[in-house]
């Protein structure tokens, strides 16, 4: 071999063991790049694992705000409270509900002075402090007061509003002793004058034992009440047709056989148990009428289908 190929050989140099000023034996920046690309691709397509989800369970108040809003609800409670006492104490106090006046409404028997009497309300006390219920009891100890009704009118005034028995007869049950009855048979009151108004007699009931006690439950006993019934029954036909006028007293004292004076006329009329009473009062009237200035005694207490209806004149 020549001597210039040989110097040709050994001018060729090795790019790992020597060293060429400017030039890097490094990487080129692209392919640094690619590598990049390729790691980051890697590591995005692992799967990461899953995290454990918290599941949101509302929170539990803390001990300090339980206790506040337990000490914050006591307070109101006591606020409220102190304002009822306070108020009540005013209205009880205050002379501004004093009673000034008692109003006394649906009267007509009984005189409105008595009712405020019997109420024994004290005027100027406070009309708070006036017991209704006693105010009721305290009325209708009066046997005409059937019922009462007690408000108050604020600020000062007290209404007492009263449903009156009304007399409807009366029974007689001594020498001109005449206790005076409503319609359901209480006992109002006695009479030494008798009024103007039906008279019966013949009752059942003991009125000297009734007239003796208090109070307006005095009545009369089961069986003069039915009778009572029929007395009523017996004023209203007469009513309808014009003949009540005529009738002076009512004598129940056999059910069977009710009888009715006719002062005026002289007569007597037997009415018997009053079953179809319509038609009987009708035979009256026309006995009325046909034997005018007789006295005597009418028969109508038979059966009215065999017109067993007849008049006997006194002798």
Same mark, same amino acid.
């Given at each position: 071999?020549?001597?210039?190929?040989?110097?040709?050989?050994?001018?060729?140099?090795?790019?790992?063991?020597?060293?060429?000023?400017?030039?890097?034996?490094?990487?080129?920046?692209?392919?640094?790049?690619?590598?990049?690309?390729?790691?980051?691709?890697?590591?995005?397509?692992?799967?990461?694992?899953?995290?454990?989800?918290?599941?949101?369970?509302?929170?539990?108040?803390?001990?300090?705000?339980?206790?506040?809003?337990?000490?914050?609800?006591?307070?109101?409670?006591?606020?409220?409270?102190?304002?009822?006492?306070?108020?009540?104490?005013?209205?009880?106090?205050?002379?501004?509900?004093?009673?000034?006046?008692?109003?006394?409404?649906?009267?007509?028997?009984?005189?409105?002075?008595?009712?405020?009497?019997?109420?024994?309300?004290?005027?100027?006390?406070?009309?708070?402090?006036?017991?209704?219920?006693?105010?009721?009891?305290?009325?209708?100890?009066?046997? &005409? $007061?059937?019922?009462?009704?007690? @408000?108050?009118?604020?600020?000062? %005034?007290?209404?007492? #509003?009263? =449903?009156?028995? /009304?007399?409807?007869?009366?029974?007689?049950?001594?020498?001109?002793?005449?206790?005076?009855?409503?319609?359901?048979?209480?006992?109002?009151?006695?009479?030494?004058?008798?009024?103007?108004?039906?008279?019966?007699?013949?009752?059942?009931?003991?009125?000297?034992?009734?007239?003796?006690?208090?109070?307006?439950?005095?009545?009369?006993?089961?069986?003069?009440?039915?009778?009572?019934?029929?007395?009523?029954?017996?004023?209203?036909?007469?009513?309808?047709?014009?003949?009540?006028? &005529? $009738?002076?007293?009512?004598?129940? @004292?056999?059910?069977?056989?009710? %009888?009715?004076?006719? #002062?005026? =006329?002289?007569? /007597?009329?037997?009415?018997?148990?009053?079953?179809?009473?319509?038609?009987?009062?009708?035979?009256?009237?026309?006995?009325?009428?046909?034997?005018?200035?007789?006295?005597?005694?009418?028969?109508?207490?038979?059966?009215?289908?065999?017109?067993?209806?007849?008049?006997?004149?006194?002798?």
């Amino acid at each position: 071999m020549s001597q210039k190929k040989k110097q040709n050989v050994n001018n060729k140099f090795n790019f790992d063991d020597e060293y060429i000023i400017g030039i890097s034996t490094t990487a080129s920046p692209s392919k640094q790049k690619s590598s990049k690309k390729n790691v980051s691709k890697k590591t995005k397509n692992k799967v990461k694992p899953k995290k454990m989800q918290k599941k949101n369970f509302p929170e539990r108040p803390k001990m300090h705000e339980k206790r506040r809003y337990a000490w914050d609800k006591i307070v109101k409670i006591v606020l409220v409270f102190c304002l009822f006492v306070g108020a009540g104490a005013f209205l009880c106090i205050s002379p501004v509900f004093n009673v000034q006046e008692i109003i006394v409404e649906n009267n007509n028997l009984v005189p409105a002075d008595t009712i405020r009497s019997l109420s024994r309300v004290e005027l100027y006390k406070n009309i708070f402090r006036v017991d209704s219920s006693e105010m009721l009891e305290y009325i209708q100890e009066n046997p &005409y $007061i059937d019922s009462a009704r007690v @408000s108050r009118v604020l600020p000062n %005034k007290i209404k007492i #509003a009263v =449903e009156e028995r /009304i007399e409807k007869y009366l029974l007689e049950f001594a020498e001109g002793k005449y206790a005076i009855l409503d319609g359901q048979g209480y006992v109002l009151g006695i009479a030494a004058e008798p009024k103007e108004l039906p008279v019966i007699t013949g009752a059942k009931t003991n009125i000297d034992e009734l007239v003796q006690v208090k109070g307006n439950k005095n009545r009369l006993c089961e069986k003069d009440l039915k009778r009572l019934e029929t007395v009523a029954n017996i004023i209203q036909t007469a009513q309808n047709y014009e003949v009540y006028t &005529y $009738i002076t007293k009512i004598d129940i @004292s056999n059910s069977d056989n009710i %009888k009715l004076i006719l #002062a005026s =006329e002289g007569k /007597i009329v037997h009415l018997g148990n009053c079953t179809d009473l319509n038609t009987r009062i009708l035979f009256m009237k026309e006995i009325i009428n046909s034997q005018k200035g007789k006295n005597g005694e009418m028969f109508i207490n038979g059966d009215l289908t065999e017109k067993r209806v007849f008049f006997r004149e006194n002798v």
